[in-house]
Structure formats: C-alpha cells, structure tokens
C-alpha cells in the first residue's frame, strides 16, 4: 500500500521519509484551524486532506510550547514564525530567564474510517541567536542534554531526537503491526 503523506514542506517530507521509506507526498492545499492545540490542527488537517483525496493519508503539525510565553505559540508557531522569524522569537524572550520550550509533533494516519494520532516531544530551550540550518524553529531550538540547535545537527541525530522523528517513528510501527508497510 502507498502511505501519501500531504504536505508542501519538502524538508519535513525528507525528514519523514527517512524513517518511512515507502512514504510519498503529494502537495494539498489545506484548512488550518487558528488553535494552540497542535493535535486538534492535525485532527483537523487529515479529515480536510482524505475528503480532498479520498484515500488514506498522512499529515502532520508541530507545535512549539514556550513556557515563558505560557505555553504561545504552541500550534500557531508556523504564524509567529513567518510574521517574526526565529531572530525576532530569540528577541521576545531574551529578557526572560526561563527559556524553556517544548516541541510537539502530531501525526495523523486516516483511512476514512478512523484516525489514528502519534505523538512525538522534545523539551530544550530556545538559544540566544538562531544558528544553523533555517527551517523552522532549527535554528533556535536546542535539545536538553545537547549544546547545538537542531539547525546545526545532521538529519540523522535530529531525526534521533526530534518530535516529528519520534512521532513518525510511532506511526511506522503501527503501518508495519497494521500489514500497511
């Protein structure tokens, strides 16, 4: 069975088919609820992509929790980030000394009949200036126990530790327990 994972982000494709060989992806335009909650957007997001497509789909979102910020911008992270980047963000916390953050990726797996969540976390902190790599929060995001940005870090020890690389990691075992891989 092809696994269609609905997505415009060509670096989260990379990232995912890395650990889903077999993964495709096709580009969709689709409807994102305004909601903190990075797993209503998903739930959202892959009932809009299998009603456009009619075939079981794939979809993901990730939020980015700031607990200075009480937990903003959580799923709208995509908004804050294309409005300020990840400078302005290092720029609105550079006051507070509690930059701790977590990122949380939500897949979604839905075959028209019932749709199934993965959850993936990493908690870290938000470094001083953004370095690296500039896709998404990468640059600004440091994992706990690390001393690089994911921007800074091969896909292949960010794909260890990354919530989108547990969270895909989770969907791959139930494609594989369910006969769909």
Not at 121 to 147: H, L, M, Q, V, W
Request: glycine share 8%; hydrophobic share 35%.
């Amino acid at each position: 069975m092809d696994i269609y994972f609905a997505t415009s982000n060509i670096e989260k494709f990379k990232e995912a088919k890395r650990i889903i060989k077999k993964l495709k992806r096709i580009n969709i335009e689709m409807q994102e609820p305004q909601s903190l909650s990075v797993e209503e957007v998903t739930k959202f997001k892959v009932i809009n992509a299998y009603e456009s497509l009619k075939m079981p789909i794939v979809v993901e979102d990730t939020g980015f929790y700031i607990n200075a910020l009480n937990g903003f911008p959580g799923a709208l992270g995509k908004w804050l980030h294309s409005s300020i980047g990840p400078e302005g963000i290092c720029n609105m916390i550079s006051n507070y000394k509690n930059k701790r953050t977590t990122a949380v990726t939500c897949v979604a797996f839905y075959n028209g009949k019932q749709i199934h969540i993965f959850k993936g976390s990493t908690n870290g902190i938000i470094s001083d200036k953004p370095i690296g790599k500039k896709f998404g929060f990468d640059p600004i995001f440091i994992p706990r126990g690390y001393e690089k940005t994911f921007g800074e870090m091969t896909l292949e020890i960010k794909n260890s530790i990354s919530p989108r690389g547990k969270a895909f990691r989770k969907l791959r075992k139930f494609l594989e327990k369910s006969g769909n891989l």
